[in-house]
């Protein structure tokens, strides 16, 4: 099912970037970049903060790797950086999803089964990252500052996500 957005986004261009693991990598398709062990100063990050200061979109799975426990994972310092060190403030657009791993069971009965998907609210951290570099933090702790903060909105997007499939499963 199409989704349609009504909210001020920027040009979107015909192809996004992408960052994940190499585990994502394998079970998803090609992306551009992989996340690697490499830190918040490797290559591709360089490549995907040039991206986001072209006004480009990329598309991050901000935990690094495939969640096989469900529990909530932290969110990698990377995401702070690309956000602190961006010159144009990007709007971040989360998304969670709930119910992939039910999607085709790998036992019996073999019925594919529903997933739930929200999309929060678009938002920036625009007044945190003036606020962070008017004190002259260092980019250490603006990086965990920024990542903390959209971790926030995650955590409280995840559990939105949980009683929505909650209440559709029991719905139907």
Known sequence: MPLEV????????????????????????????????????????????????????IHIFPEGRVNMSGEFMRIKWGIGRLIAECSLHPIILPMWHIGMNDVLPNETPYIPRRITVLVGKPFTVRHLVNALRAENTNPTEMRKTVTDYIQDEFRSLKAQAEALHHRLQNHT
């Open 6 to 57: 009504t909210w001020p986004f920027p040009q979107c261009p015909r192809l996004g970037w992408r960052i994940s693991s190499r585990v994502v990598m394998g079970m998803v398709g090609s992306y551009s970049y992989l996340w690697t062990s490499d830190g918040v100063y490797q290559k591709g990050m360089d490549f995907l903060l040039e991206r986001l200061n072209q006004g480009e979109w």
